[in-house]
T-cell receptor, first 112, second 116 residues
Framework: GENVEQHPSTLSVQEGDSAVIKCTYS??????FPWYKQELGKGPQLIID?????GEKKDQRIAVTLNKTAKHFSLHITETQPEDSAVYFC???????????FGSGTRLQVQP | DGGITQSPKYLFRKEGQNVTLSCEQN?????MYWYRQDPGQGLRLIYY???????QKGDIAEGYSVSREKKESFPLTVTSAQKNPTAFYLC???????????????FGPGTRLTVL
């Protein structure tokens, strides 16, 4: 099965700074790389995803970069705001695998 | 309003009792999933179903059971055989997996189960 590691486990930044979270996976066949955001007491919500044929994808203040050779992908948040405070999960998936394998999560705290 | 509903939000159970968690979706999704989340940890897959009347075990199925009699509903029963059932349970759904491997999973608000 897929082994997924996420770093760091906690991250505190000042409002307006950038934040980067890295996810390392083991299955070289993985071809789908989503990031989910979970606010306190709620279910996770997809914020951005990337497929294996793309190296980078941006959506306003968030971006995901993929390095398939090194088997890792990263979430980048620029100009952080207090509402970005949440737990972020990566969940890579290989072809034919029906469910996601979640990382252990990164708690991001944006200080006003 | 389309989405996934889970009930109840909080559930208390005495040790040795079975309890069933409800999950309903009106997104017309074929696939549904149950995950368990423990404090400070990621989500672990309990069961998933790709189609009505069919389901597969996930990584931590022991002590749990499910049914999928209707497309909209995927209830999870936590049995007395589950040794440490206190956790946050999340249900999710996604469009038909036959349409590709890139389908987003939509999550419900979760049920927090506490065993007394």
């Amino acid at each position: 099965g897929e082994n997924v590691e996420q770093h760091p486990s906690t991250l505190s930044v000042q409002e307006g700074d950038s934040a980067v979270i890295k996810c390392t996976y083991s299955d070289s066949a993985s071809n789908y790389f989503p990031w989910y955001k979970q606010e306190l007491g709620k279910g996770p919500q997809l914020i951005i995803d990337i497929r294996s044929n793309v190296g980078e994808k941006k959506d306003q203040r968030i971006a995901v970069t993929l390095n398939k050779t090194a088997k890792h992908f990263s979430l980048h948040i620029t100009e952080t705001q207090p509402e970005d405070s949440a737990v972020y999960f990566c969940a890579p998936r290989g072809p034919g695998r029906r469910a996601l394998t979640f990382g252990s999560g990164t708690r991001l705290q944006v200080q006003p | 309003d389309g989405g996934i509903t889970q009930s109840p939000k909080y559930l208390f159970r005495k040790e040795g009792q079975n309890v069933t968690l409800s999950c309903e979706q009106n997104l017309n999704h074929d696939a549904m999933y149950w995950y368990r989340q423990d404090p400070g940890q990621g989500l672990r897959l309990i069961y998933y179903s790709q189609i009505v009347n069919d389901f597969q075990k996930g990584d931590i199925a022991e002590g749990y059971s499910v049914s999928r009699e209707k497309k909209e509903s995927f209830p999870l029963t936590v049995t007395s055989a589950q040794k440490n059932p206190t956790a946050f349970y999340l249900c999710a759904s996604s469009p038909s997996t036959t349409k590709g491997d890139y389908n987003e999973q939509f999550f419900g608000p979760g049920t927090r189960l506490t065993v007394l």
